[in-house]
């Protein structure tokens, strides 16, 4: 008998415990519903293609991050988020079930940064340049009675190391020969432009042509060094003697789009 009386009290005591508890589990402030949704739909757009009017759809694929807090949920909830992802189609949609309540929630669209190469007017001196997309967050609000839809645009960033180029058409000339007027072409000789940062060699055709693809809208630098048998006057005729062309650092001008440029290189100077 004595040791029922002693099982007793325990049990009852082990009772009143599991009921507190159970209390409070039920009145805790983390409860969040979030079986109550509505589908909310959006458009992506960017401008990818700059030979067309308009925007284009962002690419398919692109991920589109949503969010809401769990305190418009439940005020009582503090922190924390409610948070899903969804990817644009090729219709440049896309679509998300998200919770809802007759107050309305704030939800949050972040559409991810992206690299692509975007399409130039034409005319540009590159047909395409690789931009950076990126696109500041949205908040909506969306309730069971108000479903907007969505419209996110990305804005482009041309990166910091991107240089725009443009090609420019050479023809190099010289005094050569003194028994005929004007210069001659110096044909098959090696030629390098340059500015600060950048340096190209090139070698001149039998025309003494060339073309080069060059950093625009910046000052060009060309510098050659040769020597050739210049036909020059002998008393009552001519005679070939050997003439260096040497140009340091010579200016061949600065380039906003494609052009044709002359570069005179003197009447040299006698090699001892």
Same mark, same amino acid.
């Given at each position: 008998?004595?040791?029922?009386?002693?099982?007793?009290?325990?049990?009852?005591?082990?009772?009143?415990?599991?009921?507190?508890?159970?209390?409070?589990?039920?009145?805790?402030?983390?409860?969040?519903?979030?079986?109550?949704?509505?589908?909310?739909?959006? @458009?992506?757009?960017?401008?990818?293609?700059?030979?067309? #009017?308009?925007?284009?759809?962002?690419?398919?694929?692109? %991920?589109?991050?949503?969010?809401?807090?769990?305190?418009?949920?439940?005020?009582?909830?503090?922190?924390?988020?409610?948070?899903?992802?969804?990817?644009?189609?090729?219709?440049?949609?896309?679509?998300?079930?998200?919770?809802?309540?007759?107050?309305?929630?704030? %939800?949050?669209?972040?559409?991810?940064?992206?690299?692509?190469?975007?399409?130039?007017?034409?005319?540009?001196?590159?047909?395409?340049?690789?931009?950076? @997309?990126?696109? #500041?967050?949205?908040?909506?609000?969306?309730?069971?009675?108000?479903?907007?839809?969505?419209?996110?645009?990305? #804005?482009?960033?041309?990166?910091?190391?991107?240089?725009?180029?443009?090609?420019?058409?050479?023809?190099?000339? #010289?005094?050569?020969?003194?028994?005929?007027?004007?210069?001659?072409?110096?044909?098959?000789?090696?030629?390098?432009?340059?500015?600060?940062?950048?340096?190209?060699?090139?070698?001149?055709?039998?025309?003494?042509?060339?073309?080069?693809?060059?950093?625009?809208?910046?000052?060009?630098?060309?510098?050659?060094?040769?020597?050739?048998?210049?036909?020059?006057?002998?008393?009552?005729?001519?005679?070939?003697?050997?003439?260096?062309?040497?140009?340091?650092?010579?200016?061949?001008?600065?380039?906003?789009?494609?052009?044709?440029?002359?570069?005179?290189?003197?009447?040299?100077?006698?090699?001892?």
């Amino acid at each position: 008998m004595k040791k029922k009386m002693l099982i007793l009290p325990t049990l009852l005591l082990a009772g009143v415990f599991m009921t507190s508890c159970d209390k409070e589990v039920d009145s805790t402030a983390l409860v969040v519903n979030l079986s109550r949704t509505v589908t909310v739909k959006g @458009y992506v757009y960017a401008e990818l293609n700059n030979r067309r #009017a308009g925007w284009e759809f962002a690419p398919a694929g692109t %991920l589109v991050y949503c969010s809401i807090p769990y305190s418009d949920l439940n005020p009582a909830a503090g922190a924390g988020k409610w948070s899903d992802t969804a990817r644009v189609d090729e219709n440049g949609q896309f679509s998300l079930q998200i919770p809802v309540d007759d107050n309305g929630v704030n %939800l949050t669209i972040e559409a991810a940064s992206f690299e692509y190469d975007q399409i130039q007017p034409f005319g540009s001196n590159s047909n395409t340049i690789t931009k950076f @997309y990126t696109a #500041a967050p949205i908040v909506v609000g969306v309730s069971t009675t108000s479903v907007p839809v969505i419209q996110v645009f990305y #804005a482009t960033i041309t990166p910091a190391s991107y240089v725009e180029k443009t090609q420019i058409k050479v023809t190099v000339e #010289a005094e050569l020969n003194n028994s005929i007027a004007g210069n001659e072409k110096v044909a098959n000789q090696k030629i390098t432009l340059h500015n600060n940062g950048w340096a190209q060699e090139y070698t001149t055709d039998d025309n003494g042509e060339f073309t080069a693809t060059v950093p625009a809208n910046q000052d060009i630098f060309f510098t050659i060094s040769f020597e050739y048998a210049k036909t020059v006057p002998d008393g009552t005729g001519y005679k070939q003697e050997n003439y260096k062309y040497e140009v340091k650092g010579g200016y061949v001008g600065n380039f906003a789009t494609e052009s044709e440029v002359t570069l005179d290189l003197g009447g040299g100077v006698p090699v001892p």
